[in-house]
Nanobody
């Protein structure tokens, strides 16, 4: 499984970006839980948003609630992270991660989805810089 992120870049405060995550080598992405993590310079990697397969249970970190939206297009085997009203503190390398969890959703999914150790496959990351 090869996970690839795209869509990062430089944006002014208040602007928007949409990150995409694809996973080659998969016939279907739906059974996989997908997480977006980010790491700013000098800080630990943190969970930003995650989505389960099936019913699509979602998680958002408090710092991004109301501004970021995670979604998946199973026909395109792609998961998106729409980021609106970006702030300088959102500047980081954003990573997409995947884990085969066909039965994980709801409270069970939320118990581990925001932690790095829940994921088996990681992309190389895409830089997001929010600056005027």
């Amino acid at each position: 499984v090869h996970v690839v992120e795209s869509g990062g870049g430089l944006v002014q405060p208040g602007g928007s970006l949409r990150l995409s995550c694809t996973a080659s080598g998969l016939a279907l992405m739906d059974p996989y839980a997908i997480g977006w993590f980010r790491q700013a310079p000098g800080k630990e990697r943190e969970g930003v948003s995650c989505i389960s397969g099936g019913p699509g249970t979602t998680y958002y970190a408090d710092s991004v609630k109301g501004r970021f939206t995670i979604s998946r297009d199973n026909a395109k085997n792609t998961v998106y992270l729409q980021m609106n009203n970006l702030k300088p503190e959102d500047t980081a390398v954003y990573y997409c991660a995947a884990s085969y969890r066909p039965d994980a959703h709801g409270s069970g999914f939320l118990s581990w989805a925001r932690f790095q150790h829940g994921y088996d496959y990681w992309g190389q990351g895409t830089q997001v810089t929010v600056s005027s």
